[in-house]
């Protein structure tokens, strides 16, 4: 679905590029206004297609547009950015103990000491078997 959305929007983009590219400048800047290129750009009906073109244009970019970020929206989760990994609480229950992780933490406090981790067997360093 959403990959139907993105073709038809940047149809749309480009269908608006060249529309609005057709249209006559209010300088004259583009130099279309005289000789015989611009004689088909002339006329005050062709002037007002180009305008309803690209309104209609214009909306239909704003409604793929729209759609895209309501689709990109659907599957994201809110997150809390106070919420740093502690141990969920339920409202009114009293607070972890502080031996506990998540317990008694403030944010930027340093944190408890990991528990040493178990002497390895055989002297201290870890052994790799040798292949014959």
Same mark, same amino acid.
């Given at each position: ?84 990994? +502690? *141990? #969920?609480?339920? =409202?009114?229950?009293?607070? !972890? $103990?502080?031996?506990?992780? @998540?317990?008694?933490?403030? %944010? +930027? *406090? #340093?944190?408890? =000491?990991?528990?040493?981790? !178990? $002497?390895?067997?055989?002297? @201290?360093?870890?052994?790799? %078997?040798?292949?014959?």
């Amino acid at each position: 679905m959403q990959a139907v959305i993105i073709v038809i929007h940047l149809m749309i983009v480009l269908a608006m590029i060249g529309v609005v590219l057709l249209q006559k400048s209010e300088g004259g800047g583009l130099g279309m206004g005289g000789g015989g290129a611009g004689g088909f750009l002339s006329s005050r009906g062709t002037a007002n297609v180009l305008t309803r073109t690209t309104a209609i244009l214009a909306a239909g970019f704003f409604l793929t547009s729209l759609a895209l970020s309501i689709i990109a929206g659907i599957d994201r989760k809110p997150r809390s950015i106070l919420n740093t990994g +502690g *141990a #969920p609480t339920v =409202p009114g229950a009293p607070p !972890p $103990p502080l031996d506990q992780p @998540g317990g008694g933490l403030i %944010p +930027g *406090a #340093p944190l408890p =000491p990991a528990p040493a981790a !178990p $002497p390895a067997e055989g002297g @201290g360093a870890p052994q790799v %078997p040798r292949s014959q």
